[in-house]
């Protein structure tokens, strides 16, 4: 008899929850958005106000929100009593790349997300078919990933004719000839004291023999 009383309970409960106003979205919270407008993600939600909180698909609102190109990742979930919390995860550009149209910018995962100035400090990418899927693009990325802030924030170009052939060009007009993507941490150790003599070009693609001249 006590466990029918509490299978009762259970289900007029659950009833409640999602036939009544009780426990329904009186509020929305937004985390993570720091250059996209809370109003905006709001709307691309589009979970209405008093919407009983179980009857909210989160897996759809989070696809919608997803889908606003700056969003890297997003997640909705219910805290009861009333509130529906969206966290997203932003894209941050890591290169741009000029085009006719402008100056599009480029996440770590080589997303084209958005035309917009690029951040101080963000460099130059040059390739010829730049963007998601392209292993050239993928392996200039792969350079850039692998290099300490000392060496990376002195980039000022990444140009990858192919996977195999990625030089760098420095703020100060000095040319690292990078090669390929393997022993790309050595590369990058070498690099930092080999900057310190006097030259043009610095070519560590055999890191072990590196030169300058």
Known sequence: ???????????????VAWFTPLLSVRSTDVAGATTIPEEQIRQVLAVPQGQPLLRVDTVAAAQRVAAIPKVATARVQRMYPSTIRVTV???????????????HLLDADAVD????????????????????????TAAALEVL??????????????AAKSISDISVTLLDGRVVV??????????????????TQP???????????????
Request: hydrophobic fraction near 35%.
């Open 199 to 213: 030259g043009q070009t610095y070519d560590v693609s055999s890191p072990d023999l590196p030169t300058v001249r």
């Open 89 to 103: 995860t932003e894209r941050v550009p890591v290169v741009f790349v000029d085009t006719p149209d402008g100056t």
């Open 113 to 136: 997300y958005e035309i917009a100035p690029p951040p101080p400090g963000v460099p130059r990418l040059v390739t010829d078919t730049p963007g998601w899927g392209d292993p050239s």
């Open 1 to 15: 008899m006590t466990g029918l009383i509490g299978v009762v309970v259970v289900v007029a409960l659950g009833l």
């Open 145 to 158: 990933e692998s290099m300490p802030p000392q060496l990376r924030g002195q980039v000022g170009e990444v």
């Open 178 to 195: 990078w090669g390929g993507t393997e022993k790309s941490e050595r590369k990058a150790a070498v690099t930092l004291p080999l900057l």
